[in-house]
């Protein structure tokens, strides 16, 4: 695809490989996910800001047909075929505990975990945060040259039993990752236009 | 920066631009950020995957002294001197009228719009969607060479009705955007080590 974005520092072929010939995959083949492109994916996104440097996202990647089995029945109806078909699942959670890590994270500020003693506003800070990790996680994953099926459909407290039982972390997002069977892919849903998302004033 | 991510299918140069040597800056150079630089970042990250391509994430760009002298007096103290600097400012919001859009966006399912009729449903789904989009922003913001500051600290409530009265729209972060002026960066914090944020099973 040819780009008319001129004015980006970014290579045409990386915005295809990120954002215009990225598409979500509904099949994947069988060739291999490595376990070292699971680990540089991460070590490609930890970079990403977030408030304070909390870095609440946590993440499970599911491989194993036992760790598939327990992810499956949580899954929405329209959601579980395609997840049994990836080579890797990966479970997005948000740490509502991040605030532990200050010592390490954020260690010129003393007070950071006391700021954030509240447990709602805590709970808040952990999604958002852990929320736009997750956008630079969907890239990452891209940026492996894999395909990302992210996922909302599924019960999330199943999940949480499941995955997270005597954690403080919270599932938010289901991301199939694996390289895509494009035959199952849909057609290009149309994006809302500048003038309809955004203003300038 | 070297890279030593040798299975990513991004290159090395585009991984510093988009995260290892992109930083988040505290103030910014005199250099203009033009509104072709505005609109590419959005034409990039406008195909980033949202559920059912609710896309609802919008965006106001802070420019003109007079929409600036709106939006600094929601800011928290300590961001706003950096805010008065920077040449443009985004504020991300969430739709939760994002159901509005679906005969375009999703037109293949003419009960997309029926199936978030729950208020508070849709509103969880246009926030969590909307953040996945800060996420994409935020890269979007790198790629064009530009430096992003994202912000948490302001007063929501009081940035919805400066900005937002009469929509269903709702501020989640503001993000400051321009050249960045280097010798303001902090140094770089600690990210949390694959071992600590991830779990393989």
Redesign the interface.
Same mark, same amino acid.
């Given at each position: 695809m040819t780009s008319t974005?001129?004015?980006?520092?970014? @290579?045409p !072929? &990386?915005?295809d490989?990120?954002?215009?010939e990225?598409r979500?995959a509904n099949a994947f083949t069988a060739d291999p996910v490595?376990?070292?492109?699971?680990?540089?994916?991460?070590?490609?996104?930890?970079?990403?800001?977030t408030?304070m440097?909390n870095?609440p996202?946590?993440?499970?990647?599911?491989? @194993?047909d !036992? &760790?598939k089995a327990r992810l499956l029945p949580h899954m929405g109806e329209g959601n579980r075929a395609k997840t049994g078909t990836a080579p890797v699942v990966a479970i997005l959670a948000a740490d509502t505990d991040f605030h532990e890590?200050f010592a390490?994270?954020?260690?010129h500020f003393p007070g950071a975990k006391d700021a954030f003693a509240d447990d709602t506003r805590r709970t808040e800070?952990a999604k958002?945060?852990a929320?736009?990790?997750?956008?630079?996680f969907?890239?990452g994953v891209?940026?492996?040259?894999l395909a990302?099926g992210?996922?909302?459909?599924f019960d999330a407290e199943g999940v949480r039993q499941e995955?997270f039982a005597g954690t403080e972390q919270l599932p938010?997002?289901v991301v199939n990752i694996g390289h895509p069977d494009h035959s199952a892919t849909f057609p290009r849903?149309?994006?809302?236009d500048?003038e309809?998302?955004?203003?300038?004033?």
């Open positions: 974005l001129d004015n980006l520092a970014l @290579s !072929e &990386a915005q490989l990120l954002f215009r990225a979500t490595t376990d070292e492109e699971l680990r540089e994916v991460y070590e490609l996104i930890k970079w990403g800001p408030s440097n870095q996202l946590r993440v499970v990647f599911v491989r @194993s !036992e &760790a890590h390490k994270t954020f260690p800070a958002l945060n929320l736009l990790q997750a956008g630079y969907i890239v891209r940026a492996a040259g990302a992210p996922m909302t459909g995955f938010l997002v849903n149309p994006r809302l500048f309809e998302a955004v203003r300038v004033l």
